[in-house]
């Protein structure tokens, strides 16, 4: 018994430790420094109580970007998924080059952040990208003359390319749960004369609906703490339009070009997104509770 | 009496024929949505590579046309007057060290929680999964108050530390269920033969859990040598900085140098790694993202 318990203690505990020293025990900080007005490290902190979340939710700014990350999670969840599935269902339709198109639709989430905005720069800018001079060689003159990257559009820009990479992890995980349904069940359905949209509601999302929920709340948690993508995605200073929660928590903290160190304000925004994080996928777990049907 | 036969064969085939032709026009939307897809993609990257071959005023010129000469000397000047060798290397030495450590730290962990149950073994697995749902930019303050009180902010060295103790939860989810999927009869037969738990660990346990560290070390290495927003953080000091952080100083310093060739050189190189990664081992790592998710 004595070196099951040195067994157990010894091969957790480096593993705890520095996960305690620097995961947990930040977070906890993160909710004491948040009740505090604290304009750089090595200065005096002042207490404000519950100062920072009211000013936080009259903030135009943060609001917007409040907006900005629910937009990513509702309209870019929805998106994401139905394509996902599309290609799933796709995918396994009996077609040659199944595992070919599975790595292609997934390789974006292999490359560097960087570099994926670097390529949509190119494909987006007003006066030399591919998408503009496409355009004017096909003779649409409307399309040709589209900012993609100006103030009002440039959010959505970088959400259709955001959806192209997330699609891939989707549909990865779409696909390992649908290889697990036995094929007999949609051949039963087809003698019955079920057609491809019944197969569909009937066998693949009921017995898929435990990887669905999974999927559901991994994204939940990527949407709502988006950083890098949105942020490297202006190359230069983001305009407001762009921002997302997490962005808004780095420019205040760390500043931009011109530091505005707010500490105690951007933590006070990470926990209102740790609290959005739990609330969803508390909210989500209860909403997708089902029969787990065993096959 | 003898045409009979010919002609139900004749049928016969026009009819197979037919079914034929079917199935592949019941196929041609799969393949072409699924082919266009996949085409976009590989086109950025090759576009991506062609163009970094370019001069920049080529490139300019038409984004559509093909290099005339292929201009090698874009990553000459990427690699050592942008000193993207230097962070190349960074990145080599911390990603690498990192994901080892990482390993060396979430198997045993991962062990212990997948196969001995103690009292709150649960509440530990709990709350190593919590770490997952942790927004990182939540840590970013009071980490930098961590770091700084350590003295290794700006370092290297102290990313790495991050590194390791940001991925632990994920690679402990992951190889928990990995241990835990793999059948108890060799530890039980290793025990019989008297065994101590450590040797189980390290005999047993370790080979038989290979393929699932080998993807679990895939997976941080991609993730890790990918990101830049710890380093964006925590680093600021020319000299230790990472691939995608010096890559994305590179990138916002663009509308000074103009040098936009040999920014698309820099992202060849920062791609290049993981995409040879992923063309050998593109079962594993997919393997790896259902590992977990979906239970077998």
């Not at chain 2, 927004?135 to 060295?157: A, E, V």
């Amino acid at each position: 018994m004595k070196t099951r318990k040195r067994l157990i203690v010894s091969f957790l505990l480096p593993a705890g430790l520095v996960y305690l020293a620097f995961f947990l025990v930040p977070t906890a900080w993160a909710f004491y420094y948040s009740f505090f007005d604290w304009s750089g490290f090595g200065l005096n902190m002042q207490y404000r109580g519950l100062g920072n979340y009211i000013e936080l939710f009259r903030d135009p700014i943060f609001l917007l970007s409040l907006k900005n990350t629910l937009f990513i999670l509702v309209v870019g969840g929805i998106t994401v998924f139905a394509l996902a599935f599309l290609l799933t269902v796709l995918v396994n339709s009996g077609i040659k080059g199944k595992k070919f198109f599975r790595a292609m639709v997934f390789l974006p989430n292999v490359i560097a952040t960087i570099a994926l905005t670097t390529l949509w720069a190119f494909i987006y800018n007003p006066s030399f990208g591919l998408l503009n001079s496409f355009f004017r060689v096909i003779g649409w003159d409307a399309g040709a003359k589209f900012t993609f990257t100006s103030y009002d559009h440039i959010f959505y820009a970088m959400l259709v390319a955001l959806i192209w990479i997330e699609v891939g992890f989707f549909l990865v995980l779409l696909m390992a749960g649908m290889d697990k349904i036995p094929a007999e069940y949609y051949e039963a359905a087809k003698i019955e004369g079920a057609n491809q949209w019944q197969m569909f509601t009937g066998i693949t999302v009921p017995l898929l609906w435990d990887v669905i929920s999974v999927g559901t709340v991994l994204y939940t948690i990527f949407a709502l703490k988006v950083f890098e993508f949105p942020y490297a995605f202006s190359q230069i200073t983001p305009p407001t339009t762009l921002y997302t929660v997490g962005m808004y928590l780095y420019i205040e903290g760390f500043g931009k070009r011109d530091p505005i160190y707010r500490l105690g304000y951007a933590t006070a925004i990470g926990v209102v997104l740790l609290l959005c994080v739990v609330v969803i996928v508390l909210l989500l777990r209860r909403l997708m509770r089902r029969e787990v049907i065993q096959y | 009496m003898s045409a009979e036969p010919v002609a139900s064969t004749q049928s016969h085939l026009r009819q197979r024929q037919m079914d034929l032709v079917k199935k592949w026009a019941g196929h041609i939307p799969a393949y072409l949505i699924l082919g266009l897809w996949s085409l976009f993609t590989l086109f950025a990257i090759l576009w991506v590579m062609l163009s970094s071959l370019k001069t920049t005023r080529e490139l300019f010129a038409d984004v559509w046309a093909l290099p005339g000469k292929l201009h090698f000397e874009n990553y000459v000047k990427a690699l050592f007057a942008a000193d993207l060798e230097l962070y190349f290397l960074n990145s080599l030495a911390v990603v690498l060290t990192s994901v080892v450590v990482i390993l060396i730290l979430a198997a045993p962990a991962a062990y212990i929680l997948s196969r001995k149950k103690f009292k709150g073994s649960n509440l530990v697995t709990l709350l190593f999964i919590a770490g997952i749902g942790i927004p990182l930019p939540l840590l970013f303050i009071p980490l930098f108050q961590i770091m700084t009180g350590l003295k290794i902010n700006n370092t290297l060295f102290g990313l790495g530390v991050l590194f390791v103790a940001l991925s632990l939860p994920f690679t402990v989810y992951m190889l928990t269920s990995f241990f835990g999927s793999l059948p108890v009869e060799l530890e039980e037969a290793a025990i019989i033969d008297g065994a101590s738990d450590f040797q189980v660990f390290f005999r047993v346990m370790l080979p038989l859990g290979l393929p699932g560290l080998i993807t679990a070390a895939i997976f941080n290495f991609i993730g890790l040598w990918n990101e830049y927003q710890l380093a964006l953080v925590f680093l600021n000091n020319p000299k230790q900085s990472t691939l995608s952080l010096g890559l994305y100083s590179l990138s916002n310093g663009m509308e000074y140098t103009g040098d936009w060739t040999g920014l698309l050189a820099g992202v060849v190189i920062v791609m290049v790694p993981t995409i040879i990664l992923y063309v050998i081992l593109s079962e594993r790592m997919i393997s790896g993202i259902t590992m977990g998710a979906v239970k077998s």
